[in-house]
């Protein structure tokens, strides 16, 4: 490279790395971040740097695997964990999210890119609660992302429409959606005419009016701007916001969100702040409504110690039991607690010489932003080098470069995925073989993955580049002596529908294990019921739970005959199977213990208890439901529902008054790095004290049927229903320009 503008990109149109974190992600777009490509290949070009992606710390790899590979030293700068979750009546509603998940669809998943197929749904008006620097790139991202996002669902819409026909497109929606699309298209042509009218003027296009007109983004904050951490921190970017078009709403807490007819936020209730003589802010009995159908939530986050909560004992924490508890190196490479005011890099992990370091978001000095995690690193790299005195000055011996490169060579086999084959199943379940050793030896049945292609790999078709949004995909089963893991997949709107088009020994990305492994008991009876490809998940768990000397009777439902798939998997796990499915011909059971019905899932049960399905009449079911111990049921919302509702109506004079009743909560997805985006978010109303909380399905989605809001879930699922629809007819589209030899 001789000179900077050879590797400058046009910043909407750059390569999304995901290196650097939040700065890749999180901050403002007005920082060049072709910046990070000046920093990533400095440090490409070294001899002994190697970087690997997908790998999740507490998942992928522990403490011990790295002393086991050969690793001297961990250090540990995994940026911000929870977000902030602030107390608003219906704070879960469709159209709310957390300013973690909205930057990082924009930014990582791409979606903020005119040729990308990620769908991230934003409505105006646009409400952005916080008063931090993350609060206000938020806002300036919406304001700036509505215009891309309309524009390109014209272009999109027109282009199907062309080829399918209108009917048949807006056939697809309901009456919400409809009027959704409709409001996206005439503002998507409004955007497009501002285009038009300041190429023929010889100017640049000017948004601001419009999005503003159509309600644009306001910022709410409980203080004034002038006390707000992004004020105090930089107050240039209050500045710029203002520039920008950003409205600023003052002194005001958010206090309740109120849904639509559809379930979907359309207001919100803020109540004022006053302030007292002595400068405290003080509730006010008045309040003030907003219209909002876009609800983003910037509230700050705590430290990333999800590796302690995963393994109990690890580390030591503060006495509020939110960062690391930090330590200083003594002389004799003793760890020494560090006590207020002073700064130690240090946990308090210690083993046979081996220690783990910390910075960032996690060090409790160096938390809040990009510029001070910077500096822990500078700082904290004095202190490392205690570990290792001389080595700075030390001629590499031949003996190390020869360790560097076997360590290199042995992660490069235990760390890089490639697709090992892809099997068709039915004609919309995909398998996808992969080869990821340590993937694969860290499984546990019950839990999952993140699979993704690359951008840079991914072919574009008709100006649209066939990258996959990240998708959460059970283990179906692993062969851990070969490094094999096997993912199956519904193919649905977009990304899923990628996956046949991977191509054997291609290069991926497989995030994971992540999730908690499903609990296994012993010497228990339990129901699993299993609805179309959550019977992929049931594989590994029936296994498991056979093998551990429990009684399997299985409820396997599908919506069609021919959605059947891997029935040798499903009998081997089970002592009994009943086949149900709503459409086409029964399913042929093939064991004399298998029985067989076309209904629903909940239907089956209720025939099976009642002993309809035995081949003679008065003959009693093999297993009577009232010995069931434990019921785990694992779909689509709507079937985990009614499995949750019989078992206190339909089902209730026929199954055991005291059990388990545990569901697998498929709740929309993104990070899956457990408890960082928050996308995840599930809400919970405990059944005896109807209180309220909120639980993030990536950390554990086996969660208690009778907390669960599944009304919730699903319209949660419909965050960005109209842009997936639309994206499911514009792959159609693009396939057909591509012609049947198409690949990723």
Not at 516 to 531: C, K, N, Q, R
Request: aromatic fraction near 10%; charge should be negative; hydrophobic fraction near 40%.
């Amino acid at each position: 490279v001789y000179t900077y503008k050879e590797i400058q990109d046009e910043l909407d149109k750059r390569i999304f790395l995901g290196f650097g974190g939040v700065s890749e992600y999180g901050i403002t777009v007005r920082w060049d971040k072709n910046f990070l490509k000046v920093e990533y290949l400095t440090l490409a070009r070294r001899k002994h740097f190697k970087v690997y992606d997908g790998i999740r710390f507490g998942g992928t790899i522990e403490i011990d695997d790295a002393w086991k590979l050969g690793i001297d030293h961990i250090a540990i700068a995994t940026g911000a964990g929870k977000p902030t979750i602030v107390k608003i009546k219906n704070n879960l509603i469709r159209g709310i999210r957390k300013a973690s998940d909205f930057l990082m669809g924009l930014q990582l998943t791409g979606a903020a890119k005119k040729d990308s197929l990620a769908n991230l749904m934003l409505q105006l008006p646009a409400v952005v609660i916080g008063g931090g620097l993350t609060a206000i790139d938020t806002t300036t991202e919406a304001f700036a992302y509505y215009p891309i996002q309309v524009e390109k669902f014209l272009d999109r819409y027109e282009g199907s429409v062309a080829e399918f026909g209108e009917e048949k497109v807006m056939s697809m929606y309901d009456e919400e959606e409809k009027g959704i699309a409709r409001t996206f298209l005439e503002h998507g042509m409004a955007i497009r005419n501002e285009r038009k009218r300041a190429a023929e003027a010889g100017e640049e296009p000017n948004f601001v009016p419009l999005v503003r007109s159509w309600g644009g983004v306001t910022l709410c904050y409980r203080k004034t701007v002038n006390d707000s951490p992004a004020y105090r921190l930089n107050h240039e970017e209050v500045i710029k916001s203002l520039e920008e078009g950003i409205y600023y709403w003052e002194k005001m807490s958010p206090v309740e969100a109120i849904p639509n007819e559809y379930g979907a936020v359309k207001e919100m209730i803020f109540r004022k702040q006053g302030k007292t003589n002595e400068g405290k802010y003080i509730e006010l009995d008045e309040t003030v409504t907003l219209p909002a159908k876009t609800v983003i939530v910037a509230a700050g986050t705590s430290p990333n110690v999800i590796y302690e909560r995963e393994h109990p004992g690890t580390f030591v924490l503060d006495e509020w039991k939110q960062f690391f508890q930090t330590y200083k190196l003594g002389p004799k490479g003793e760890l020494i607690k560090t006590e207020k005011g002073e700064t130690g890099f240090f946990t308090s992990y210690s083993k046979e010489g081996k220690y783990v370091t910390v910075y960032g978001d996690n060090h409790p000095a160096y938390a809040g932003n990009v510029v001070k995690a910077m500096a822990s690193a500078k700082d904290g790299y004095k202190e490392l080098l205690k570990v290792f005195p001389g080595i700075i000055n030390e001629e590499q011996p031949k003996e190390k470069e020869e360790i560097f490169t076997e360590l290199v060579q042995k992660l490069d086999n235990e760390f890089i995925a490639v697709v090992e084959e892809i099997n068709i199943l039915t004609p919309t379940i995909i398998e996808v073989v992969l080869k990821a050793p340590l993937q694969a030896k860290k499984f546990h049945p019950g839990q999952f993955y993140r699979l993704q292609n690359y951008e840079t790999t991914a072919p574009e078709i008709d100006g649209s580049r066939m990258m996959m949004e990240g998708l959460a995909l059970t283990g179906a089963w692993v062969d851990k002596e070969k490094g094999l893991l096997s993912l199956i997949i519904l193919e649905m709107w977009g990304s899923s529908r990628l996956c046949r088009h991977l191509k054997k020994g291609e290069r991926v990305v497989v995030m994971g294990p992540t999730g908690e492994p499903t609990e296994i008991p012993t010497g228990e009876t339990v129901l699993l019921a299993g609805g179309g490809l959550g019977n992929a998940v049931l594989f590994s768990v029936a296994k498991a739970l056979k093998d551990a000397g429990n009684k399997v009777v299985y409820f396997a439902g599908y919506r069609n005959t021919s959605d059947v798939f891997k029935r040798d998997e499903v009998e081997e796990g089970t002592d009994m199977v009943v086949w149900s499915n709503d459409f086409g011909d029964t399913i042929q059971p093939r064991r004399p213990q298998d029985r067989a019905i076309t209904a629903n899932i909940v239907q089956a049960m209720i025939a099976y208890a009642e002993g309809k399905l035995e081949p003679n009449p008065g003959d009693k079911p093999l297993y009577d439901l009232k010995q069931i111990n434990r019921i785990i049921a694992i779909g689509s919302d709507r079937m985990m529902k009614a499995v949750q509702e019989a078992r206190y109506g339909s089902l209730k004079p026929y199954i055991n008054p005291v059990h388990t009743a545990i569901a697998s909560i498929n709740s929309p997805m993104q990070c899956m790095m457990k408890e960082v985006c928050a996308q995840c978010l599930q809400r919970h109303v405990d059944p005896e004290t109807g209180n309220e909380s909120f639980v993030f399905t990536c950390f554990n989605q086996d969660q208690h049927m009778d907390k669960v809001d599944f009304n919730n879930l699903n319209t949660r699922l419909k965050n960005n229903s109209v842009l997936e629809k639309l994206t499911k007819f514009w792959m159609d589209h693009l396939f057909e320009k591509a012609g049947s030899d198409f690949t990723v």
